[in-house]
């Protein structure tokens, strides 16, 4: 049974960093793609940042510069490190994976396989 367990989200104010954290149970994260996507009320659900086994990262233009994907596969934890928040970052924060060791086509929904909960992340002006 795969589990994603997501944590570090919170309120900070604009111009400040947070660090999500997603452990993952039943899913070697070194051997497949991971994910984070964000979606804001109102809005599409959207990915965010990506590495695949191989360490290759991904990011969505409103990303780049700003977030970081990583992981420790020892801990088998993604991360993604945001700093330089804007108020248009608040969403609720979503671990995603995807079997494979490679991510084809662009960063979807529709292309993963298992979720996270989610953890929400509110950035103030």
């Known amino acids: 049974q795969v589990q994603l367990v997501e944590s570090g989200g919170g309120s900070v104010q604009a111009g400040g960093s947070l660090r999500l954290s997603c452990a993952a149970s039943?899913?070697?994260?070194?051997?497949?793609?991971m994910a984070w996507f964000r979606q804001a009320p109102g809005k599409e659900r959207e990915g965010v940042a990506l590495i695949n086994s191989y360490g290759f990262t991904r990011y969505a233009d409103s990303a780049k510069g700003r977030f970081t994907i990583s992981r420790d596969n020892a801990k088998n934890t993604v991360y993604l490190q945001m700093n330089a928040l804007k108020p248009e970052d608040s969403a609720m924060y979503y671990c995603?994976?995807?079997?494979?060791?490679?991510?084809?086509?662009?960063?979807?929904?529709?292309?993963?396989?298992?979720w996270g909960q989610g953890t929400q992340v509110t950035v103030s002006s």
């Open positions: 995603a994976a995807r079997s494979g060791p490679t991510w084809v086509g662009s960063l979807r929904g529709s292309s993963v396989d298992y």
């Open positions: 039943g899913f070697t994260v070194s051997s497949n793609c």
